[in-house]
Each structure stands twice: as C-alpha cells, then as structure tokens.
C-alpha cells in the first residue's frame, strides 16, 4: 500500500446517548435507528435512519476518524469531514417532486455537486432508505423509479466508477428518500462478486435502468477495509431459495464469502466487522438473528433491522463494513 493511504474508519455499535457521542472530537457520524432513537439533532453529523431494530432499541452506529472534523450544511447536504473522510446525508420528500424518480434524482444531484467541488471527490459507499420499495407491477415499481432517478441523478460522476451501496424499504413508511454515503480524499477499488452478474449488466427484465452500484468496495487504507453492499439469494442474476428465509441465509453467506476472497482474500468476519441484516418480516427477525448469533464470532457486531429488501421475494439481506484485523 502506498504511502499516501489513508487510516480505516472506525466503526462501531454503542450504547450511549447520543449527545455526549456527538460532543467528542473525532465523531464522524452517528447513525440512529427506528422511532427510539433519538429525534433529529441540530449536529449535521447526526442521521436518524427510518427502521425499526429488533428488541424495540438498537445502539448507536458511531463513525470516528483521527483528528479534527469539521461539519457544516451546504444546500440540502448536511457533511462532516475529517482531513481523510468525508460522511454526508441528504433527505428529499417525495411530496416536494412530482414523482419518486424525480425526488432521487434530486438527491442524488445534490450527492454529484457537493462531492465534486469538495476535497473528498470519492465516493466509497452509499445508503438508500425509501418507503415502500415493491409497490408497483413490473416497471412501475417504485425500486425501478428509484433506480432511473439515481442513474440520473449520478451522470455527474459515473465516470469514476460505481460505489458499493445498499436500498432498503422503510419500515415506517414515511415518504422521505434517506441518502447518506462516506468519500474519501484517495479512491477506493471496486470488488465484484464472481457468483454474481454485476448490477449494472442486468438483463432487461430487472426494469428499464440497471443499478448502479459495485459489489463492494476496498477502502484506500492502509488496512483491508471493504464496504460491502446489500448482499442477498442473488446467484447470477437470479433471486434463489423463495419463501425460505433460512435457505437464502446460506446463499446470502456464500455470496459474502466469496465477496472477501475477491477482495483479495481477507480474513473472515469477526473483530472489525459491523453488519446490518435487514429483515423484511418481523416474524422472522429473532430465527434471523439466532442464526447470525451461531455463524458469527462473537466480536463480529451485527444489528438487525426490519425493513423491504429491493426484489419482493427476498427475505433478508446483509451489509456492512469489513475490515480485517
């Protein structure tokens, strides 16, 4: 690794209140989750995410960098950065636009312009968060809409190639589009999955805009760090395993599996690894979350969360950040 490589991110699930994490100097972000967490604080740094965690309260998702960060609110971009990272959210209503598309593509517009004219161009990993994500028939799903606004929204830098990034429904079905992400001064180098075709080379019948973002993406660090995007029973480019939550555990686990080999043979999962698994039926979040308590080390942190999974007949997905120890 080079000499200008950057230092991982620190991420972490914690317990504490919210105002005395935000009060500490090297706190990137903090991230809430579902109604108990708490409301939306005047700190830019702070994002509470609309989905509710199993057992009523989740910690806190606590981003920390070295040095000092600064943060600020640029148009609908509310940022904090350090010398290295830069963490930034945006949150659209859909009743402010004439359609859903049009809501993403503004957020995602406003994702292209402050990254570009900021010191931290990069753009490592995104997050999507929208209610009602499979309402609709065949093109008219919203996910579909969702995905035309990114694309569009995202002309501006395609050119460096694909983040890794995650889309889930809102399990409070409130009609605002949630976009948060993390950039970086130096670029991050995008994995892919061989068990998998590449979201952007989806046949047609996936809807008239391909996804656009990479499997993963391998930090500019000078440990392995990878950002792993939503990750489910996708084996090519067909949904495996419907209607058997467990079967497409598996196939989720194959598909992670294979993802940290590519990503040039990390260790598995455990001590620095921070996971979200989302759960598209709240009766299936505790067998969900047993299962993660005996295929996980016990270092390994995992929260799980309720909350529509992109295609209708996926029941979980997992995503997180990875970084070998």
């Given amino acids: ?155 501006g830098v395609h050119g460096q190639g694909f983040p890794a990034a995650s889309a889930i429904g809102r399990s409070d079905a409130v009609p605002v589009l949630q976009v948060y992400w993390l950039a970086a001064r130096q670029p991050g180098v995008a994995v892919e999955n061989p068990r998998q075709v590449s979201a952007w080379r989806y046949p047609r019948e996936y809807g008239p805009t391909s996804p656009t973002f990479a499997r993963a993406m391998r930090g500019p660090c000078r440990e392995g760090q990878l950002h792993i995007s939503g990750t489910a029973a996708v084996v090519g480019h067909v949904s495996r395993h419907s209607g058997d939550v467990q079967a497409q555990l598996d196939e989720t686990f194959a598909n992670l599996a294979s993802l940290l080999a590519s990503a040039g043979d990390l260790p598995g999962f455990g001590r620095g690894s921070v996971l979200k698994a989302y759960v598209r039926h709240r009766e299936d979040m505790e067998p969900i979350a047993a299962a993660l308590q005996q295929r996980l080390p016990q270092a390994a942190e995992r929260l799980v969360l309720l909350g529509d999974i992109c295609r209708a007949e996926l029941l979980v997905e997992i995503d997180g950040i990875h970084t070998a120890a």
Wanted: glycine fraction near 10%.
């Fill in 1 to 155: 690794m080079s000499a200008a490589a950057l230092p991982a991110l620190d991420v972490s699930y914690v317990q504490a209140d919210a105002a005395e994490v935000l009060a500490q100097p090297d706190v990137l972000a903090v991230l809430g989750f579902g109604s108990a967490a708490p409301a939306a604080a005047d700190d830019p740094r702070y994002l509470r995410v609309g989905l509710e965690p199993l057992g009523g309260r989740a910690p806190l998702e606590v981003w920390r960098v070295p040095g000092p960060v600064q943060r600020g609110i640029d148009g609908l971009v509310r940022w904090a950065a350090s010398a290295d990272y830069c963490y930034g959210a945006v949150e659209v209503a859909e009743a402010d636009h004439p359609s859903l598309a049009a809501a993403t593509e503004c957020a995602y517009a406003e994702l292209a312009r402050f990254t570009g004219a900021r010191s931290w161009p990069y753009l490592l990993r995104i997050w999507n968060y929208l209610a009602d994500i499979n309402l609709g028939d065949g093109d008219a799903e919203r996910y579909k809409h969702f995905c035309t606004g990114r694309s569009a929204g995202m002309r």
